[in-house]
């Protein structure tokens, strides 16, 4: 069964304390892997893109990279204004048809 | 110009009632997506228009009716409604159907 599965469902850390979330993929003929930042009561707005396994981007304080079954988003030294529902969304091709899930995200949450 | 509008920010309808929710884009991308979004869970993909044209019915009942007048409009027209339609509703568009999607704010619907 096609599946995208984000961990931790929620993390909470101190201002500057670097850590990681992530997406893992159980999907066939993976043609893209997103990640987005959402805000309560707005839309996803669009951080990466990630295609083949080994390949990284990064933007300021975060950091995605991806693996032939995972993804990972690293954050160092968040700050409070990163807190946010993040979320990873796989591309595939399903019986000749693109198709696109979303994991159900994690809440980060950053104290001061 | 890399926005994408969303009318009503809000919306309460009964279930006799007929609506629409309306989604603009001018970035001359040939993509365009409706999804539905409960609290706390991600979204579910359910219309693509490619070129125009309805590519992808995730199954949606037929009380939700999408329309794309041209490649710069997509309208969702709601009609008797439940309770548990109440959710936002997000417009997204992409330069070609499975590329990075731009999403729009949403519409916070609420069914009575």
């Known amino acids: 069964e096609d599946q995208v599965t984000q961990s931790p469902e929620a993390l909470r850390l101190q201002e500057g304390e670097s850590s990681s979330l992530n997406c893992s993929y159980t999907?066939?003929?993976?043609?893209?892997l997103f990640w987005y930042r959402q805000d309560p009561g707005k839309g996803p707005e669009f951080l990466f893109t990630l295609y083949s396994a080994g390949e990284e981007k990064e933007k300021e304080r975060l950091k995605a990279t991806l693996t032939k079954k995972e993804s990972f988003l690293h954050i160092t030294a968040p700050k409070p204004e990163d807190s946010a529902t993040y979320l990873c969304a796989v591309r595939f091709l399903n019986s000749s048809a693109s198709k696109i899930i979303f994991g159900s995200g994690t809440r980060l949450s950053i104290r001061p | 110009d890399t926005e994408v509008t969303q009318t009503p920010k809000h919306l309460v309808m009964g279930m006799t009632n007929k609506k629409s929710l309306k989604c603009e884009q001018h970035m001359g991308h040939r993509a365009m997506y409706w999804y539905k979004q409960k609290a706390k869970k991600p979204p579910e993909l359910m219309f693509v228009y490619s070129y125009e044209k309805l590519s992808i019915n995730e199954s949606v009942p037929s009380r939700f009716s999408p329309e794309c007048p041209n490649s710069s409009l997509l309208n969702l027209h709601l009609h008797a409604l439940q309770p548990e339609d109440s959710a936002l509703y997000l417009c997204a568009s992409s330069q070609d159907n499975g590329d990075i999607q731009y999403f729009g704010p949403g519409t916070r619907l609420t069914v009575l």
């Open positions: 999907v066939s003929g993976l043609r893209g």
